[in-house]
């Protein structure tokens, strides 16, 4: 089994796409080390949520909101992406019968 702390984020995940367009603006970046990906996930959406509880009660603007919905995409694709390294593969090995 890999040790927990040699596990790190593998960089295939997107955030955040362009208008229009199915391209990604960002991308989870490869290498970094799955505790400090979720200490950092957890940031985000800790932020998401209190911006999500002011955007409840201001109702003049949507900038709450706004900044709630980009920090809560972000805080996703790391935990997709961490998903992504921790989940174990498929054995895709094709094995011969014999005849």
């Not at 900044?67 to 090995?93: C, E, F, Q, W």
């Amino acid at each position: 089994m890999t040790d927990p702390t040699e596990i790190k984020t593998l960089g295939f995940t997107p955030c955040i796409y362009c208008p229009d367009s199915e391209r990604a603006m960002f991308h989870v970046s490869a290498d970094v080390p799955v505790s400090e990906a979720l200490l950092k996930a957890s940031d985000l959406l800790s932020l998401a949520k209190a911006l999500a509880q002011d955007a409840a009660f201001e109702r003049d603007t949507d900038r709450h909101a706004w900044a709630a919905h980009y920090l809560t995409a972000m805080g996703k694709a790391i935990i997709d992406d961490v998903m992504k390294a921790v989940s174990p593969r498929p054995n895709l090995s094709i094995k011969k019968t014999a005849k």
